[in-house]
């Protein structure tokens, strides 16, 4: 069975820190995609970034970053330099080739100014 | 380019009255998903659409939920009767839909808030 686990349930970090938001994985897949959104206060889920299981490099996208292990099975997600429009749930989600995706149960990230 | 259009954004009803929500996917996306996610968790997903059929309902609670897709590009998701439990928040998504690949992005609406007193 898939699973997708955020032991993060809320943060709260000042602005400009660092935050690293966790993200667990268990598949018995070998193909399957890794994804982050994000949930501002307006409710509409925004897609940040999609991983297949054969690509590992780290990726990083202005000031976010994404670490994907597949030896520890996790996907975590960086924002460098915070800022108060950060403040927002974060969900990981996985999906296998029939396009299923399961999401975790979000972090709350607060952003204080 | 458009995104995934929901509506209505608000809605509040009795228990065991009826509802239904709309969702107009991203133009060219055959595929449609509903999701509820309930406060505090993450999506769950309902039904799964290719085009007008379907392709997987095992969590749609097909007593009191039912979906369509009629002509395989707006969809309607109805409640009827609703139950307490259904408060929730309804997301509709759309993606490519060529499996696996890089088409199998998820775009998500903004939702529909259910109330149900």
């Known amino acids: 069975a898939q699973k997708v686990t955020q032991a993060q349930t809320e943060i709260s970090v000042v602005e400009k820190e660092d935050v690293t938001l966790d993200c667990v994985y268990e598949?018995?897949?070998?193909?399957?995609?890794l994804f982050w959104y994000k949930q501002p206060p307006s409710g509409e889920l925004v897609f940040l970034i999609r991983r297949n299981s054969f690509d590992e490099q780290n990726e990083i996208s202005g000031r976010y970053s994404w670490n994907f292990q597949k030896s520890t099975s996790s996907f975590n997600f960086t924002i460098t330099a915070s800022q108060v429009v950060d403040s927002a749930v974060y969900f990981c989600a996985l999906s296998n080739e029939d396009d299923k995706i399961i999401f975790g149960k979000g972090t709350r990230l607060h952003i204080l100014p | 380019e458009a995104g995934v259009a929901q509506s209505p954004r608000y809605k509040i009803i009795e228990k065991r009255q009826s509802v239904a929500f709309w969702c107009n996917p991203i133009?060219?996306?055959?595929?449609l998903y509903w999701y509820q996610q309930i406060l505090g968790q993450g999506p769950k997903l309902l039904i799964q659409?290719?085009?007008?059929?379907?392709?997987?309902d095992s969590q749609l609670p097909k007593d009191r939920f039912s979906a369509e897709r009629l002509k395989g590009v707006d969809s309607t998701l109805k409640i009827q009767p609703a139950k307490l439990e259904d408060s929730a928040v309804y997301l509709c998504?759309?993606?490519?839909?060529?499996?696996?690949?890089?088409?199998?992005?998820?775009?998500f609406g903004a939702g529909t808030r259910l109330s149900v007193l």
């Open positions: 659409f290719q085009n007008n059929g379907v392709v997987d």
């Open positions: 598949t018995r897949d070998t193909t399957y995609y």
């Open positions: 998504a759309s993606s490519l839909g060529l499996r696996g690949g890089a088409k199998n992005i998820q775009y």
């Open positions: 133009s060219g996306h055959a595929t």
